[in-house]
């Protein structure tokens, strides 16, 4: 326990020597505003440069990216198969699809899943 302790520590101060490290010595930036207009081979641009991001675009992005790793999560059960009880298993697994169905649903039940304009 002691020696896990000190390991954390002593990895957490080396995080912060090499953050206070590289902020030292890293090359400041200065805003100016020639440097943050976009370039349109010297005239002033005729629209804005910033599009407006979609934040349902986002929502449903990072719903996939959830489901995505749950469903990578579960792959695993296909080799605990052979080597686990067929009722723990079917248990251990079913409890899992109920986890994901009832994200799934809530996702639904809060709209995030229409897509509206």
Do not use: Y
């Amino acid at each position: 326990m002691f020696l896990l302790l000190t390991s954390a520590l002593f990895i957490m101060f080396i995080a912060l020597m090499m953050i206070m490290v590289s902020s030292i010595i890293s090359k400041k930036s200065f805003i100016d505003r020639e440097k943050s207009s976009p370039f349109e081979c010297g005239f002033d641009p005729k629209s804005s440069s910033r599009l407006p991001f979609s934040l349902q675009f986002f929502l449903i992005a990072v719903i996939f990216l959830i489901f995505d790793v749950e469903i990578a999560l579960l792959i695993p059960l296909i080799s605990i198969i052979k080597i686990s009880k067929i009722h723990l298993f079917i248990m251990i697994s079913s409890f899992f699809i109920i986890i994901l169905l009832t994200g799934l649903f809530h996702e639904w039940n809060q709209g995030a899943l229409e897509w509206a304009v």
